[in-house]
T-cell receptor
Framework: EAGVTQSPTHLIKTRGQQATLRCSPI?????VYWYQQALGLGLQFLLW???????NRGNFPPRFSGRQFPNYSSELNVNALELEDSALYLC????????????FGPGTRLTVT | SQQGEEDPQALSIQEGENATMNCSYK?????LQWYRQNSGRGLVHLIL?????REKHSGRLRVTLDTSKKSSSLLITASRAADTASYFC?????????????FGSGTKLNVKP
């Protein structure tokens, strides 16, 4: 069974640009989560999508947004990039709304210069 | 916020010894989970304990939960070099925010061969 995949692996952008990160969940999983992990810190909850809808979001500004497609894959968009957005962005999926065990992808390393 | 906090921040032990790490959180929860992160395999789910459970075992892992003290501990028995990783606890916000997860900064475990 293929795991959660994320693309690209690395992304380098300059301040003010927009970044788009992609995630494909495990086949059959309907919930997708996005987290930000800054260097040396824990994961910060960004967004939760389930059945195509945004269900919850963390304490991040509106320039962090995303969507979930009918095939349950997801996209995270970060507009007006700032230097402090540099981090590892992790995507996770779970089988359904009440399945709390999350399966994580390898992450996208975003560097903002 | 609910952010869980692991303690200690770093732990170094010899192979074969037991490793204990703790997690404290601030508000009521539905579930608490432990995850492991290393460079080779990314973030992996280890064990979930529900708020009405006090202890749970999985192989060499033993997790306890004390909801009155808002704390949990993870015990790894007979540690191996392969257990070297960062360990995170993840909590939800309780109530209807059961899918909004908070991760601590982690405990870095180093198991020396």
């Amino acid at each position: 069974e293929a795991g959660v995949t994320q693309s690209p692996t690395h992304l380098i952008k300059t301040r003010g640009q927009q970044a788009t990160l992609r995630c494909s969940p495990i086949s059959g999983h309907t919930s997708v989560y996005w987290y930000q992990q800054a260097l040396g810190l824990g994961l910060q909850f960004l967004l939760w999508y389930d059945e195509g809808e945004e269900r919850n979001r963390g304490n991040f500004p509106p320039r962090f947004s995303g969507r979930q497609f009918p095939n349950y894959s997801s996209e995270l968009n970060v507009n007006a990039l700032e230097l402090e957005d540099s981090a590892l962005y992790l995507c996770a999926s779970s089988l359904e709304t009440r399945s709390y065990e999350q399966y994580f992808g390898p992450g996208t390393r975003l560097t903002v210069t | 916020s609910q952010q869980g906090e692991e303690d200690p921040q770093a732990l170094s032990i010899q192979e074969g010894e037991n490793a204990t790490m703790n997690c404290s959180y601030k508000t009521s929860i539905n579930n608490l989970q432990w995850y492991r992160q290393n460079s080779g395999r990314g973030l992996v789910h280890l064990i979930l304990i529900r708020s009405n459970e006090r202890e749970k075992h999985s192989g060499r892992l033993r997790v306890t939960l004390d909801t009155s003290k808002k704390s949990s501990s993870l015990l790894i028995t007979a540690s191996r070099a392969a257990d070297t990783a960062s360990y995170f606890c993840a909590t939800d916000e309780g109530g209807n925010n059961f899918n909004k997860f908070y991760f601590g900064s982690g405990t870095k475990l180093n198991v020396k061969p």
